[in-house]
């Protein structure tokens, strides 16, 4: 779970927006690298619940940070403290 929270935080969250084709590529990259870890500790639901905050009108780094630094905080290896979204 720490490589996902570390990724998570790293990702370009912007990248598919860039008009560089190196930096859409590593962003394209870094994002199949993401979902590839959420798949593996079983929590695919956090790229979703990340790619939703931060494009939301109302986006603010600080509150990604701390959705983050929280995942961080619950987990305790079983991921069992920290709600899945419902789809």
């Known amino acids: ?4 929270i570390k990724m998570l935080r790293r990702h370009d969250w ?3 927006h860039s008009d ?7 962003g ?3 994002a199949k690298a993401i979902r590839k ?7 695919g639901d956090l790229v979703e ?3 939703l905050m931060v494009t939301d009108k109302n986006y603010h780094p ?3 940070v701390a ?9 305790n290896g079983s991921n069992a403290n920290i709600p899945k979204t419902q789809h």
Do not use: C, I
């Open 67 to 75: 959705w983050v630094e929280r995942l961080r905080t619950e987990d």
């Open 62 to 64: 600080a509150k990604f």
């Open 49 to 51: 619940q990340a790619h």
């Open 37 to 43: 870890e959420a798949q593996r500790v079983g929590r």
């Open 20 to 26: 560089d084709p190196g930096a859409w590529r590593r």
């Open 28 to 30: 394209n990259e870094s």
């Open 14 to 16: 912007t990248y598919q």
């Open 1 to 4: 779970m720490d490589d996902l």
